[in-house]
């Protein structure tokens, strides 16, 4: 046994699209393209990009939500770029994925506590109503939301109490692998270090191995132990965090980093030479 | 020197009478000419609503409890309604928040400059294009011509801003309000938009009111700020005071739970409950004053 959780090697992922003609091999759009990661058990993999940069896709690839066009996934040293659904069920249990927008994510019409322990219900594992009680209250509990939640409606909880909703549906069936996908950038500045806390927590508790897919370089120092930068579907660099943050090679890295905005005067920071003022000055110029 | 915009202990009430929620609780800040100031707060600190009384463009069940919105010394609160109608645009400008659903799909991103320029600035069609051409060029855009024939959709959202930003400056205004323009965007591209921000507001002299959720953005082109929560002003001063010395408890949270990509992990500290509790109840309790009245 290796103490690499997850490896992915030269994944690669492209979406078809429309064809021009009927006879013709539709073209394909490339979004991820031979990205090789490997996540130690029990760490936390921050993948990085902007919008387009093919991060969902990754992590959607990685919970086999989609099927790879080339490359493979190795989990827990077993192959499953390939397996099918019956193969996989099992693996469900295992890797679980948290998404961005809980108000979308958790069903409006099912209380809290039978959201909550869906994935129980349908993986075989409830006893009854009492059990499916209990456990629903434990899970609240993990994620520290109160008990008397467990009667309510998505639509009578804050943004916040939400994305713990959704952390706790996660963690339901008790998964070694979690993949995490933007789940604090809705957020208040206020709530969003409250969930960070809390996946710093349960990860230390838990021993949960993540991938926290984020735009937010901020966030990602804050959580992770690695970080990789994803620039058109390819991994740019890659590496521990302090090492990435204080010393970035890659160009794209660079300019990731000096763009965000630090809450600190800093009077130069508007007037920087980018390539879009070089083009304003010649258009101005013209 | 009197402010441009000088706001006066604003109450504004979303929703019927006895089922109405205050938004604005005695809100007040001055923006000075060519003086950029921000207006940070939470989702529901009511930051957005004293933007849209400003611009006259509350929702139609919000009601003005009280208080002046002055511009450049005239109440419009007070003012006929097509007198204020005529600033907007002209005198006062928005930047909206979400450059995709501001821009009308169906029509080209050209006829929806020279529609606004000709019943502002009363031009004519062929002029018209031609000012839309220079404004496009302004705010760095490459093939103005080209992006002039083409669909919102057609372009990227930092265009779609872009577009926006332009048009806001257009004609001129000595007030620019800017409702979170930069929170849809990557960084890189918020970082761009910021620039042409500042470049525009210096070439053409206005004075913004830059509404935003976050501390770094103000702190890059803010001069000034004013913290806003539950509808009252927490913290008001120039920005490198107020994030150097935050004088209230709820501005020192906000920065302490910033998380920040120059500073190790153990950094952060969340904002406390049991501060915010105390906030809200405080404001409940001053909702009560108001319709108790004057004791």
């Keep these: 046994m290796t103490d690499i959780l997850l490896r992915t090697s030269h994944l690669s992922f492209a979406y078809p699209q429309r064809s021009s003609s009927l006879f013709r091999r539709p073209p394909v759009r490339e979004v991820v393209k031979r990205v090789d990661l490997a996540v130690p058990r029990g760490s936390v993999l921050g993948l990085v990009g902007e919008s387009g940069s093919g991060k969902t896709t990754l992590g959607r690839l990685l919970v086999r939500l989609l099927r790879p066009t080339s490359g493979g996934i190795q989990f827990d040293d077993v192959e499953i770029g390939r397996l099918g659904e019956a193969e996989l069920r099992p693996l469900r249990t295992r890797i679980q994925m948290i998404f961005q927008d809980p108000q979308s994510s958790l069903n409006p019409r099912l209380r809290l506590g039978v959201t909550l322990t869906r994935p129980l219900q349908i993986h075989g594992r409830l ?3 009492q059990d499916q009680r209990d456990r629903a209250a434990a899970l609240l509990d993990l994620v520290g939301l109160p008990n008397s939640l467990i009667d309510r409606y998505p639509h009578e909880l804050s943004g916040g109490q939400r994305q713990r909703a959704g952390i706790a549906r996660a963690l339901a069936l008790e998964p070694d692998f979690i993949v995490a996908d933007e789940i604090v950038s809705g957020l208040d500045v206020s709530t969003q270090a409250h969930i960070l806390l809390l996946l710093r927590e349960l990860r230390a508790r838990l021993g949960l191995t993540m991938v926290f897919i984020s735009h937010d370089l901020s966030v990602v120092r804050l959580l992770c132990d690695d970080v990789a ?11 521990p965090v302090a090492r990435i943050f204080n010393a ?7 300019q990731l980093l000096s763009a965000i905005p630090l809450p600190d005067v800093e009077p130069g920071w508007l007037d920087d030479s980018s390539p879009l003022f070089f083009s304003l000055k010649q258009g101005s110029a013209a | 020197m009197t402010a441009v915009l000088a706001v006066h202990d604003l109450h504004v009430a979303i929703g019927r009478r006895g089922a109405a929620a205050n938004v604005l609780r005695g809100a007040s800040l001055e923006v000075g000419a060519g003086e950029v100031r921000g207006l940070v707060g939470e989702s529901g600190a009511g930051k957005s609503m004293l933007g849209r009384a400003v611009l006259g463009l509350l929702p139609e069940n919000a009601v003005i409890g009280g208080g002046t919105i002055r511009f450049e010394g005239r109440d419009l609160l007070a003012m ?19 450059p995709m659903t501001s821009l009308n799909p169906v029509r080209r991103v050209g006829a929806q400059i020279a529609v606004m320029l000709r019943h502002q600035l009363a031009l004519s069609r062929h002029a018209a294009l031609e000012r839309a051409v220079e404004l496009l060029a302004e705010v760095a855009i490459r093939e103005p011509r080209r992006v002039l024939e083409l669909y919102p959709h057609e372009i990227s959202g930092g265009m779609r801003q872009r577009v926006l930003i332009a048009m806001a400056f257009a004609c001129d205004p000595s007030l620019v309000i800017a409702d979170e323009p930069t929170t849809a965007l990557d960084v890189t591209v918020q ?30 082109i803010c001069r000034t700020m004013t913290v806003l929560h539950a509808g009252r002003v927490r913290d008001e001063a120039e920005t490198a005071d107020v994030l150097a010395r935050p004088r209230h408890p709820y501005t020192r949270a906000l920065l ?22 105390s906030l809200w109840s405080e404001a409940h309790r001053l909702d009560r004053l108001a319709v108790a009245g004057p004791a």
Excluded: M, W
């Design chain 2, 191 to 220: 970082r761009q938009v910021l620039q042409l921000v500042e470049r525009l507001r210096q070439r053409h002299g206005a004075a913004i009111l830059f509404i935003t959720h976050d501390l770094g953005v103000v702190a890059k």
């Design chain 1, 248 to 254: 970035p090679q890659h160009a794209y890295t660079r």
């Design chain 2, 256 to 277: 302490a739970a910033t998380p920040r990509a120059d500073r190790p992990a153990e950094a952060l500290r969340p904002v406390p409950p049991a501060l915010i509790e």
């Design chain 2, 80 to 98: 006929p309604e097509p007198e204020r109608r005529s600033l907007l645009g002209r005198r006062i400008a928005l930047i909206p928040q979400d």
């Design chain 1, 229 to 239: 930068i994803l620039q058109h579907g390819e991994v740019v660099e890659s590496g």
């Design chain 1, 127 to 129: 006893n009854g109503r």
